[in-house]
């Protein structure tokens, strides 16, 4: 069943058109990441979904009930917020019952709640205390309390990790996975950070400037992101983005990149990878992630020499930034590679790997 | 050269010291000489020779201007009026000032500078067309009339000092109440209200004193011994051939001895509440 339908939704906010337009279905069970940077408006749709901002036009379905028109305490929704917004004046026990005693669930039922969402997040010890006496981490479990105890459709989530220092965020992020795994909820969660929304999602929506970018699995996003913006979000480092030109000579067709700065050019052959629709001398933007990206030797088919401008440790893997056709360029490299600056070193990818994206419209053509 | 610093900065020290017990002196020595003169006897008070202190107290003219003059009427009175203004100021005030503090709606800066811009205007311009409002609604010389007066005053200033506080508060807190069940009332006064307590009471209690001590649309709005407060019973007792001082400084006393028992009651809660709304901390 459909947890979430969401029809051709906008919002304006005087002039001004922050969604415009945005379409999406979430199934039962499913964890629905709105990634983007801020100001794309995802934020504005969970307030949207959550009932606390009237929509423009469009509609919006949770369950199988139209949410338009609901009080938001009528939507079956239950809501995590970036800063917590627990209650200072109650105590933590008072905070998650809060919602059932609005709903005029008996004292009894309250308590029993209280005590098994409680004893699930660990802070069976914190009930008598207010907010102001718990730690970051505390107030995170007993915000996330206060909404499992209600058992709504819909858990929403607004950049809840992010006030929490990293390594608490690392902790609560693969808390929120075990909980999800374990309770089969429905998530739509809200955050800018492309690595928790790679680790939690079943689904992420990429936004920018109030559109959905793309709509898929996390995979996907990752694999066959559908243009340039997407291609540059997801990832860390970024992807590696260069001008060039199809060419479709005798034979395979190649990519021509553009050299900047008086470089040298480079062709790349690119075999099958783009339909054969794709006109000579079509215009491309030639996307490469720095991990596809090896020491030149393995079995890949294109192999250059570049010039090593900067060297970063990370620990895990050594990050090397080198010049290609006049380009900036990223690789990640395995840990073991220590090349010195100034280096030239063999550098190889599968052009299999290769992302390429239309130069104008910056969608994605293989 | 350590010497001479040092010495500076004593002469500093007592240079702000003086100014300070200077003006201490200058604001306390007519409540002193107020309080002194309230347990004089009237030949001590007019007698040629200065007494500073009441060579023999008398309690006299305590019992006097409670027994024999209206004056236990004006107190009432003033308390009605206090009362039913502190009443519109906290109803009105607090939801304006919440509205204007959480929500975005056409107008508001615009209202907002109004508010401010009303202060700016001296009250005696405004007696006579609230005169002209108050005969016409048959307010005139009643407690009503007169609180609804006070709030044309003292109901910008609230707004603006309670604006401060709600501006301090996470706005997830109401949106929270609001899924969690609450209407947008519900969430202010059950989640909302309990936090800015202190500063309500604050602000409550500043209203208060300001229309316990109200004496010029006091004078202006009211005419009978049904609705006069305090300040204005008090200043009518100075007849044409009788100067009642020790009457008149026993008034006094009693009368701000209500303001001096809120104040202690709340002074630690109103600077704190007054700090933390001005730097939202």
Redesign the interface.
């Known amino acids: 069943m459909e947890a979430l339908r969401i029809k051709a939704v906008r919002k304006k906010f005087g002039p001004l058109e922050v969604l415009k337009g945005i379409s999406l279905d979430l199934e039962e069970g499913d964890f629905l990441v709105l990634l983007g940077p801020s100001g794309c408006g995802k934020s504005t749709l969970l307030a949207l979904i959550a009932g606390l901002e009237d929509i423009t036009a469009g509609e919006i379905h949770i369950g199988d009930v139209i949410a338009n028109d609901l009080h938001p305490r009528d939507r079956n929704i239950a809501m995590v917020f970036q800063s917590y917004a627990l209650y200072p004046s109650m105590t933590v026990h008072a905070n998650m019952a809060f919602g059932l005693k609005m709903r005029g669930v008996s004292t009894a039922d309250q308590d029993e709640a209280v005590k098994r969402v409680a004893d699930m997040l660990d802070i069976g010890h914190l009930l008598e205390r207010k907010p102001g006496q718990l730690s970051g981490g505390q107030r995170q479990r007993v915000a996330m309390g206060r909404a499992l105890v209600r058992d709504p459709m819909l858990f929403l989530f607004d950049e809840p990790l992010s006030n929490l220092d990293a390594k608490l965020r690392v902790q609560m992020r693969s808390e929120i996975k075990k909980l999800h795994n374990r309770l089969q909820t429905t998530v739509v969660y809200v955050t800018h950070d492309q690595v928790e929304a790679m680790t939690l999602a079943t689904k992420i929506a990429v936004m920018q400037a109030g559109e959905i970018q793309q709509y898929a699995p996390p995979e996907e996003i990752y694999n066959r992101p559908a243009n340039a913006f997407v291609a540059g979000f997801v990832g860390s480092p970024q992807m590696n983005f260069l001008p060039g030109r199809l060419e479709r000579g005798n034979g395979d067709p190649r990519l021509r990149i553009e050299p900047a700065n008086g470089a040298t050019e480079c062709t790349i052959p690119i075999g099958s990878l783009v339909e054969s629709s794709l006109g000579n001398g079509e215009e491309v933007i030639v996307g490469i992630r720095p991990e596809s990206i090896r020491p030149a030797g393995s079995s890949s088919t294109f192999t250059f020499d570049a010039a090593i401008e900067l060297v970063e440790m990370t620990g895990a893997d050594t990050l090397a930034t080198f010049i290609l056709g006049g380009h900036e360029m990223m690789a990640r490299l395995p840990a073991e590679e220590k090349p010195a600056l100034g280096d030239r070193i063999g550098l190889s990818f599968d052009p299999a790997s290769v992302h390429l994206f239309d130069r104008h419209t910056t969608v994605r053509l293989n | 050269m350590a010497k001479s610093l040092q010495r500076t900065k004593r002469i500093h020290d007592w240079v702000a010291y003086g100014v300070a017990i200077f003006f201490l002196f200058f604001g306390l020595a007519p409540i002193v000489w107020l309080i002194i003169t309230s347990f004089k006897s009237e030949g001590e008070i007019v007698n040629t020779v200065l007494t500073y202190y009441p060579h023999n107290p008398i309690a006299t003219n305590y019992v006097d201007i409670w027994r024999q003059s209206a004056f236990p009427t004006l107190m009432m009175n003033s308390l009605q009026t206090t009362i039913m203004t502190v009443v519109i100021c906290v109803t009105v005030g607090t939801l304006a000032s919440y509205s204007f503090s959480q929500y ?1 709606f056409p107008g508001k800066y615009a209202l907002l500078l109004f508010y401010l811009v009303v202060r700016m205007f001296p009250a005696v311009l405004m007696i006579i067309p609230l005169f002209l409002i108050m005969r016409f609604f048959g307010l005139l010389d009643t407690s009503l009339g007169l609180a609804l007066a006070y709030t044309s005053f003292l109901l910008p200033l609230f707004i603006w000092m309670m604006k401060g506080f709600f501006d301090a508060l ?1 706005p ?2 109401e ?9 947008r009332i ?1 969430a202010l006064v059950r ?1 909302i209200l ?2 800015v307590r202190n500063g309500l009471a604050a602000t409550a209690i500043f209203v208060a004193i300001a229309s316990w001590n109200e004496y010029l649309f006091a004078l202006m709005l009211t005419t009978s011994s049904g609705s006069r407060t305090w300040p204005v019973g008090l200043q009518l007792m100075i007849g044409e051939f009788q100067l009642p001082w020790g009457l008149l400084a026993a008034g006094g006393v009693i009368s701000i001895i209500p303001v001096v028992i809120l104040f202690a009651l709340v002074q630690q809660t109103m600077v704190r509440g007054l700090t933390s709304g001005a730097v939202k901390g």
């Open positions: 975005r996470p997830d807190l949106k929270a109440a609001r899924i969690d069940g609450c209407t519900g989640v309990p936090l």
